[in-house]
């Protein structure tokens, strides 16, 4: 079936280093790309996301960018900060399923002060 | 305060029985889900609901069931038939289309069989 693989399972960077999760989908119809972040204990909540029709995008220090051809799409945090450290989860729509979001398995990220 | 409460927060049960985790939102959205999660699985859906009086299963529904009596409300039951129901439970909202648009989450009930 359709599916999302996201790596590293988990990733420990430094303060202040950059930090980047990858995500490869199947379903080569899909149009939307979110990125989630959970926080422990708490619910998950969109920091970024992305469509299509664009390659790239940014929002202060986090950025996502989608290669339509290779079907893998990126999120890039700078300047990492302990504030940063949580679960991340990609998503991508299953467009020919009505639209729904596969998740991949997640990210921890621990950003050391 | 807009937004999408579950009740309760955790929740025990014994082997064999059913238990219905409540899931209530006042953003007036159309869309309601339901997700699993289990570490390192990320979120798989189980159930979701475009409008009131329908749903579909999601990726997971065996042992699970749903009802959307009201716009407001999507509440799931862990039926006995569920394997292994020990997982954190997540329910979210949209405001149109499924797929379309951010997930509004609730805070998540953990349910523990013992």
């Known amino acids: 079936g359709e599916n999302v693989e996201q790596h590293p399972s988990t990733l420990s960077v430094q303060e202040g280093d950059s930090a980047v999760i990858k995500c490869t989908y199947s379903?080569?119809?899909?149009?939307?790309f979110p990125w989630y972040k959970q926080e422990l204990g708490k619910r998950p909540q969109l920091i970024i996301d992305?469509?299509?029709?664009?390659g790239e995008k940014k929002d202060q220090r986090i950025a996502v960018t989608l290669n339509k051809t290779a079907k893998h799409f990126s999120l890039h945090i700078t300047e990492t900060q302990p504030e940063d450290s949580a679960v991340y989860f990609c998503?991508?729509?299953?467009?020919?399923?009505?639209?729904?979001?596969?998740f991949g398995q997640g990210t921890e990220l621990s950003v050391k002060p | 305060d807009g937004g999408i409460t579950q009740s309760p927060k955790y929740l025990f049960r014994k082997e064999g029985q059913n238990v219905t985790l409540s899931c209530e939102q006042n953003?007036?959205?159309?869309?309601m889900y339901w997700y699993r999660q289990d570490p390192g699985q990320g979120l798989r859906l189980i159930y979701y609901?475009?409008?009131?009086?329908?749903?579909q299963k999601g990726d997971i529904a065996e042992g699970y069931s749903v009802s959307r009596e009201k716009k407001e409300s999507f509440p799931l039951t862990v039926t006995s038939a569920q394997k292994n129901p020990t997982a954190f439970y997540l329910c979210?909202?949209?405001?149109?289309?499924?797929?379309?648009?951010?997930?509004?989450f609730g805070e998540g009930s953990r349910l523990t069989v013992l």
């Open positions: 979210a909202s949209t405001p149109a289309a499924v797929g379309v648009g951010e997930l509004f």
């Open positions: 379903d080569s119809a899909s149009n939307y």
């Open positions: 992305i469509r299509s029709n664009v």
């Open positions: 998503a991508a729509t299953l467009y020919n399923q009505g639209g729904k979001l596969i």
């Open positions: 953003l007036n959205h159309d869309a």
């Open positions: 609901s475009q409008i009131v009086n329908d749903f």
